[in-house]
């Protein structure tokens, strides 16, 4: 090879090379552009995400401490709730009781009740009205004699 061809692939060589590191130098400028892009988006996004969070965190633990104390008063509620019932238990088992021995008494005493019931249907209350007029007929004469006697 002559020095002319030598010279001339050396001059391709280097026009190559020169193209070629400019080329590089594009696309790292390119790629260092994107990069820069994206650092600035994530950068806006962990600050948009930090607003939220300060804005956000307050409204939440409100809200906790709200959900919080609704709770708490639900149980007394509850607890309340259940005295009542354990009360009302109570009221069922004594009215049951005095019920149980309402039933004993009239059990226990249907058969005087009965004969005391058959004993009032069985007054003549005709003939004793009658009987009670004969006696105020009998008694008026004499009431008349002692008014006069007496003054």
Known sequence: MSELEKKNVDDLNEKDAKEILKELLEFEK?????QKITSIMIFC????????SFMIVPIAVQTLTTANATIVQAQQALSSITDEMQNINA???????????VNKMVTDNAEDLTKSVE??????????NKAI?????????MAKLGRVLGG
Not at 45 to 52: K, N, R, S, T
Not at 119 to 128: A, V
Not at 133 to 140: F, I, M, P
Request: charged content about 25%; aromatic content about 4%.
């Open 30 to 34: 390119r790629e260092a552009r994107y």
């Open 91 to 101: 009221m069922v088992s004594s009215i049951t009781d005095t019920s149980d021995s």
């Open 45 to 52: 996004l962990v600050v948009i995400m930090g607003i939220v």
């Open 119 to 128: 004993n009032l249907n069985s007054i003549d209350f005709e003939g004793l």
């Open 133 to 141: 007029r004969d006696l105020q007929d009998a008694v008026a004469p």
